[in-house]
């Protein structure tokens, strides 16, 4: 079960509670109903916080509170709930729907209804129980400040005359940042969404540098490599059945009766036993996935926090490709090929012995193998070309070797993340939204956010990349 869908359940069933002049009235009057909306709306804090959950990229909890706060005139204590799992929230959720249905007939289709588009502003405006809706669904309250329980706590009546709760208006000053005192203008970023937080131990200076530096070296290696498969896989060698050293020979078992002509790639005699099945749209897609990476990393930092960090996808990608890289053309013997162990002739020859093996084939001889490769493939070998290749494959090898070991540099340096700070981060966070929902001010310590004029800078130098590309557009066309 997602938290995404649960909470879009949980917000269209509360929308739709609270358009219900009936429902609605009856949070002022049912405590059981008012107890299972307010657990439902502490249920959405969770789902944000701990699940990172939202419905068209806005949070809906505290336009809830805030409605909730102003149809029943109390200060209520919302909080999230500790550990609270998704198939928990999602049966808060059910028990309510099931409750509405009971107690007052509104079916589970009318509570889920999406045909209203669910908004903040929707919401406000959903947030008042008038006195003609409390002589129709309910009883006539008093003014005057009184006191009421759930569960056992006591609740303060505000009184009737107050139509919006004292939630804290001075917190965009502290933070500079939009605040929750103008429901519908957004809330407090929880920590992790807010460029100010900063959730590692340690900054890797010149971090941009560092991703230079691992795009260089990922794509050196992706280009010697797409040279080295188009070298080794074109121009083949081709072997027909009717040359002499093969008509008469052993060597014809291999060919089956309506084969003609067997064709070797070249990487055959370097003993790359794998290249032989590389798709060059399989290639294609290596080199899109180069170029893309390589891009994401030389350009310029996106948000604060990665001018001192890497993101592990990065880092992830480009031990891919050299992994590709490697099982694609050194799986075989060819390091002991280049290194002249091994000849061309005993990769043919063993070659042509697995393809014989693989196909119970039995009784080619050394002899008409010998003859083959002399005849046929020796002749057409160019000396340059293997020199070029061999050249390749050894600076292919060192770059990839330089790259295995940059990249385990580059997984101790990188920063990794502060639990200790993101629990502590959080933990002030939902202080926050708690004495918030119930109209208090509270400052979150500001010592777990970076200083604002850091951010600011970074920001501003940002802004003048983008304004300066657009202009840059702009003459072009």
Same mark, same amino acid.
Request: charged share 25%; glycine share 4%.
């Given at each position: 079960?997602?938290?995404?869908?649960?909470?879009?359940?949980?917000?269209?069933?509360?929308?739709?509670?609270?358009?219900?002049?009936?429902?609605?009235?009856?949070?002022?009057?049912?405590?059981?109903?008012?107890?299972?909306? $307010?657990?439902?709306?502490?249920?959405?804090?969770?789902?944000?916080?701990?699940?990172?959950?939202?419905?068209?990229?806005?949070?809906?909890?505290?336009?809830?509170?805030?409605?909730?706060?102003?149809?029943?005139?109390?200060?209520?204590?919302?909080?999230?709930?500790?550990?609270?799992?998704? $198939?928990?929230?999602?049966?808060?959720?059910?028990?309510?729907?099931?409750?509405?249905?009971?107690?007052?007939?509104?079916?589970?289709?009318?509570?889920?209804? %999406?045909?209203?588009?669910?908004? =903040?502003?929707?919401?406000?405006?959903?947030?008042?129980?008038?006195?003609?809706?409390?002589?129709?669904?309910?009883?006539?309250?008093?003014?005057?400040?009184?006191?009421?329980?759930?569960?056992?706590?006591?609740?303060?009546?505000?009184?009737? =005359?107050?139509?919006?709760?004292?939630?804290?208006?001075?917190?965009?000053?502290?933070?500079?940042?939009?605040?929750?005192?103008?429901?519908?203008?957004?809330?407090?970023?929880?920590?992790?969404?807010?460029?100010?937080?900063?959730?590692?131990? =340690?900054?890797?200076?010149?971090?941009?540098?560092?991703?230079?530096?691992?795009?260089?070296?990922?794509?050196?290696?992706?280009?010697?490599?797409?040279?080295?498969?188009?070298? #080794?896989? %074109?121009?083949?060698?081709?072997?027909?059945?009717?040359?002499?050293?093969?008509?008469?020979? %052993?060597?014809?078992?291999?060919?089956?009766?309506?084969?003609?002509?067997?064709?070797?790639?070249?990487?055959?005699?370097?003993?790359?036993?794998?290249?032989?099945?590389?798709?060059?749209?399989? #290639?294609?897609?290596?080199?899109?996935?180069?170029?893309?990476?390589?891009?994401?990393?030389?350009?310029?930092?996106? =948000?604060?926090?990665?001018?001192?960090?890497?993101?592990?996808?990065? $880092?992830?990608?480009?031990?891919?490709?050299?992994?590709?890289? #490697?099982? %694609?053309?050194?799986?075989?013997?060819?390091?002991?090929?280049?290194?002249?162990?091994?000849?061309?002739?005993?990769?043919?020859?063993?070659?042509?012995?697995?393809?014989?093996?693989?196909?119970?084939?039995?009784?080619?001889?050394?002899?008409?193998?010998?003859?083959?490769?002399?005849?046929?493939?020796?002749?057409?070998?160019?000396?340059?070309?293997?020199?070029?290749?061999?050249? #390749?494959?050894?600076?292919?090898?060192? $770059?990839?070797?330089?790259?295995?070991?940059?990249?385990?540099?580059?997984?101790?340096?990188?920063?990794?993340?502060?639990?200790?700070?993101?629990?502590?981060?959080?933990?002030?966070?939902?202080?926050?939204?708690?004495?918030?929902?119930?109209?208090?001010?509270?400052?979150?310590?500001?010592?777990?956010?970076?200083?604002?004029?850091?951010?600011?800078?970074?920001?501003?130098?940002?802004?003048?990349?983008?304004?300066?590309?657009?202009?840059?557009?702009?003459?072009?066309?």
């Amino acid at each position: 079960m997602e938290a995404q869908s649960v909470y879009q359940s949980v917000i269209t069933s509360l929308f739709n509670l609270i358009k219900d002049e009936k429902l609605r009235t009856n949070v002022l009057f049912d405590l059981d109903l008012r107890k299972k909306v $307010i657990a439902n709306i502490n249920n959405l804090l969770a789902l944000e916080i701990d699940y990172q959950a939202s419905f068209k990229d806005e949070k809906y909890s505290a336009a809830f509170a805030k409605a909730v706060v102003n149809i029943t005139k109390e200060k209520i204590k919302f909080e999230k709930p500790d550990q609270k799992a998704i $198939i928990d929230c999602y049966a808060d959720y059910s028990d309510m729907i099931t409750f509405c249905l009971n107690l007052y007939g509104i079916s589970k289709e009318t509570l889920s209804n %999406t045909s209203i588009e669910i908004t =903040t502003k929707e919401i406000s405006l959903n947030s008042k129980v008038s006195e003609e809706m409390k002589k129709k669904y309910g009883e006539t309250t008093s003014n005057s400040e009184t006191k009421k329980t759930i569960d056992g706590k006591e609740i303060e009546i505000v009184g009737a =005359t107050s139509d919006k709760p004292n939630f804290n208006g001075d917190y965009n000053k502290s933070f500079n940042q939009k605040g929750f005192n103008q429901m519908g203008e957004g809330f407090p970023l929880p920590p992790l969404n807010d460029q100010k937080f900063f959730p590692f131990k =340690t900054k890797l200076k010149n971090a941009y540098w560092f991703k230079v530096a691992l795009a260089s070296f990922y794509s050196f290696s992706g280009l010697t490599y797409l040279i080295l498969v188009i070298l #080794l896989n %074109t121009n083949s060698f081709n072997l027909p059945k009717s040359a002499s050293s093969i008509a008469n020979s %052993t060597f014809s078992k291999l060919y089956g009766e309506n084969v003609e002509t067997l064709s070797l790639a070249k990487s055959l005699l370097f003993g790359i036993s794998y290249s032989q099945n590389i798709s060059f749209y399989l #290639l294609a897609f290596n080199f899109l996935l180069l170029f893309y990476i390589s891009y994401i990393m030389i350009k310029p930092p996106a =948000t604060y926090k990665e001018q001192f960090w890497i993101p592990w996808l990065n $880092i992830f990608f480009a031990g891919v490709f050299i992994f590709v890289n #490697l099982i %694609t053309l050194y799986l075989g013997n060819v390091i002991s090929v280049i290194a002249g162990n091994v000849s061309y002739f005993d990769n043919f020859a063993a070659a042509i012995k697995n393809t014989a093996a693989k196909n119970n084939i039995s009784g080619i001889s050394d002899e008409d193998i010998r003859r083959v490769y002399d005849e046929l493939i020796a002749p057409n070998l160019k000396d340059n070309e293997l020199k070029a290749i061999t050249a #390749l494959l050894w600076l292919n090898f060192i $770059i990839l070797m330089l790259s295995i070991v940059y990249i385990v540099v580059l997984v101790i340096l990188n920063p990794k993340y502060d639990r200790e700070k993101i629990l502590y981060a959080n933990q002030e966070y939902q202080k926050l939204m708690s004495e918030m929902m119930q109209g208090r001010t509270y400052e979150m310590d500001r010592s777990i956010y970076e200083p604002e004029i850091n951010v600011q800078e970074f920001i501003n130098k940002k802004n003048e990349r983008k304004n300066k590309n657009k202009e840059d557009n702009e003459k072009d066309n």
